[in-house]
Nanobody, 122 residues
């Protein structure tokens, strides 16, 4: 089992920056690829970004490419999502997830956090 806890979400204004954190405990964090997903009201949970277990490979959704940066610190069992130039359409609950496969597919992830709310006002 891997337990994941997100933090850092809050209300910000359009154009602001925000960093989300995901703390992991349980099984060896460095064995897992780590992803970020988000779910806006009335919409399905969608892929945001993923980082490989060593941190050397990253993929992003087109909607956040160039604005968001995913990173991890295996020594601290932490994953991060640095978000810049935030837009109202980035408003969502953000979830971190751990999985054995590096993928954009939600169903391939084994463990999920409870989510943290990000609200971007215009």
């Amino acid at each position: 089992q891997v337990q994941l806890v997100e933090s850092g979400g809050r209300l910000v204004q359009a154009g602001d920056s925000l960093r989300l954190s995901c703390s992991a405990s349980g099984r060896t964090f460095s064995n897992y690829n780590m992803g970020w997903f988000r779910q806006a009201p009335g919409k399905e949970r969608e892929f945001v970004a993923v980082i490989s277990w060593r941190g050397g490979i990253t993929y992003y959704a087109d909607s956040v490419e160039g604005r968001f940066t995913i990173s991890r610190d295996n020594a601290k069992n932490m994953e991060y999502l640095q978000m810049t130039s935030l837009k109202p359409e980035d408003t969502a609950i953000y979830y971190c997830a751990a999985g054995r496969i590096m993928t954009r597919t939600r169903s391939s992830y084994d463990y999920w956090g409870q989510g943290t709310q990000v609200t971007v006002s215009s």
